[in-house]
Nanobody, 121 residues
Framework: QVQLVESGGGLVQAGGSLRLSCAAS????????MNWYRQAPGKQRELVAG???????NYADSVKGRFTISRDNAKNTVYLQMNSLKPEDAAVYYC???????????????WGQGTQVTVSS
């Protein structure tokens, strides 16, 4: 069974930094795209950043230049380095990964449990 476990959330002052991690565990063939989403109270879940298995990245306009997504394929882990945090970045951050269980099956999307990021002004 595939699991995504996130860590690294917490409380930080505006202008500060946090680094989120998300590790995939279980038995699977490959991990394709890995993404970070966030959801603030009363808002829809939104894509923050994504990275392909080859390392191509994309970012929401609101975080470009402040957040950096990276991955360590050997550790099946994706990271989100968040700098210059703003109060509007506060949300529950979710890891998402497109994981192929076997060579012959299309990938499925998996979600982590979420980690809270709070930014004080």
């Amino acid at each position: 069974q595939v699991q995504l476990v996130e860590s690294g959330g917490g409380l930080v002052q505006a202008g500060g930094s946090l680094r989120l991690s998300c590790a995939a565990s279980g038995t699977f063939f490959s991990i394709n795209a890995m993404n970070w989403y966030r959801q603030a109270p009363g808002k829809q879940r939104e894509l923050v950043a994504g990275i392909t298995s080859g390392g191509t990245t994309n970012y929401a306009d609101s975080v470009k230049g402040r957040f950096t997504i990276s991955r360590d394929n050997a550790k099946n882990t994706v990271y989100l380095q968040m700098n210059s945090l703003k109060p509007e970045d506060a949300a529950v951050y979710y890891c998402n990964a497109q994981i192929q269980s076997t060579r012959w099956i299309a990938s499925n999307g998996y979600w982590g449990q979420g980690t809270q990021v709070t930014v004080s002004s």
